[in-house]
């Protein structure tokens, strides 16, 4: 039998050899392991552990969060914000992000070990501990409301902190429970049109409620092809997505097709309040947009395969920024 062996507490000596049968001749081929010392220097990689700590703050969403608070901020000031007030609030909302995102992950670490897409984040794969994530969570939280506090106003750093506590406490256990948790999370994901939008001073007017709108409806055409795409994984995890309650996938396509059909006459509000040549060009550039995303939505409504639900999902990444963009544009162009 193989044996177990430390020798004054400086090596170990797991496997001493290893029997090999030859499957043509019967022969056997002994293998010596070289002991280890317990003491050995383990290398560590700050690279690695950058893009681990990186990997916890969602990055890709958090960019398009911070998009969207730059972009309100600007349409809020009617295209003339202050810039180092913006700059201030994109630093403490990030913070706030990357603690809601870390949270997130501390929390459903079991749940992402059970599912393949997520069973190599850096906490089920074990590269960063529980306590790490925690502390670091914390940290993260209360510098970015502390920052919002002292760089923005109070009423920016609430927003905040109820965005965080909508993620993070209300949005996160729901994914377990209930199938309306992707209007819970929609509204989260929404709030940074809020944040960005007041941290520049801008009125909360009928502009401020469109982009919210914009923001909370592309979530539904884009979550649901996602979780039409992995709805095995979130079935084995136990995750209650639409795609999970409703296999058929009808109700995920319902959902999708609404969502996309809203978002042309709401992205379509601003031409009101900017007259002349940009709106012509804003008004085009959305309807194709929006039209086209509409149209893929249907197609995912009839088919609901992989490859409709790919389709739409790569639609959706197009359609948010290049409708923010527009409605950058559309300042610019404004005479």
């Known amino acids: 039998m193989p044996s177990l062996a430390v020798a004054g507490g400086t090596c170990v000596d797991s496997v001493h050899w290893l029997d090999v049968s030859d499957a043509m001749g019967g022969s056997s081929m002994s293998i010596t392991s070289t002991p280890i010392p317990l003491d050995a220097p383990v290398e560590f990689r700050w690279s690695a552990f950058a893009l681990d700590v990186l990997e916890l703050t969602k990055p890709r969403i958090a960019l398009m969060a911070l998009i969207a608070v730059v972009?309100?901020?600007?349409?809020?000031?009617?295209?003339?914000?202050?810039?180092?007030?913006?700059?201030?609030?994109?630093?403490?909302?990030?913070?706030?992000?990357?603690?809601?995102?870390?949270?997130?992950?501390?929390?459903?670490?079991?749940?992402?070990?059970?599912?393949?897409?997520?069973?190599?984040?850096?906490?089920?794969?074990?590269?960063?501990?529980?306590?790490?994530?925690?502390?670091?969570?914390?940290?993260?939280?209360?510098?970015?409301?502390?920052?919002?506090?002292?760089?923005?106003?109070?009423?920016?750093?609430?927003?905040?902190?109820?965005?965080?506590?909508?993620?993070?406490?209300?949005?996160?256990?729901?994914?377990?429970?209930?199938?309306?948790?992707?209007?819970?999370?929609?509204?989260?994901?929404?709030?940074?049109?809020?944040?960005?939008?007041?941290?520049?001073?801008?009125?909360?007017?009928?502009?401020?409620?469109a982009m919210f709108c914009l923001l909370f409806l592309w979530q539904f055409p884009h979550f649901m092809a996602i979780a039409w795409l992995y709805r095995d994984d979130y079935a084995q995890a136990g995750m209650k997505m639409l795609t999970v309650v409703d296999p058929t996938g009808q109700r995920a396509g319902v959902q999708a097709v609404l969502a996309a059909a809203a978002l042309i006459p709401v992205s379509l509000f601003p031409v009101l309040y900017y007259p002349g040549l940009g709106s012509l060009v804003y008004l085009a550039a959305a309807l194709l947009l929006g039209l086209g995303q509409l149209a893929l939505s249907i197609h995912f409504f009839r088919s609901r395969t992989e490859r409709s639900a790919r389709k739409l999902l790569r639609a959706s990444l197009v359609y948010l920024p290049a409708t923010l963009l527009l409605l950058v544009l559309l300042l610019v162009l404004h005479p």
């Open 71 to 209: 972009v309100s901020g600007i349409v809020a000031r009617w295209g003339q914000p202050d810039v180092w007030l913006m700059l201030h609030a994109v630093i403490g909302i990030a913070l706030v992000a990357a603690s809601a995102s870390a949270s997130n992950q501390w929390l459903e670490r079991e749940l992402d070990l059970a599912m393949p897409r997520t069973a190599d984040r850096p906490l089920p794969s074990g590269r960063l501990t529980a306590t790490f994530v925690a502390v670091f969570s914390v940290i993260t939280a209360v510098a970015g409301l502390c920052y919002l506090i002292r760089f923005t106003d109070p009423i920016t750093a609430l927003l905040g902190a109820v965005t965080w506590l909508m993620y993070v406490v209300i949005y996160t256990p729901l994914k377990t429970k209930t199938w309306m948790n992707t209007g819970v999370g929609a509204v989260a994901g929404a709030m940074p049109v809020a944040l960005g939008w007041h941290a520049v001073g801008g009125a909360w007017d009928a502009r401020m409620a």
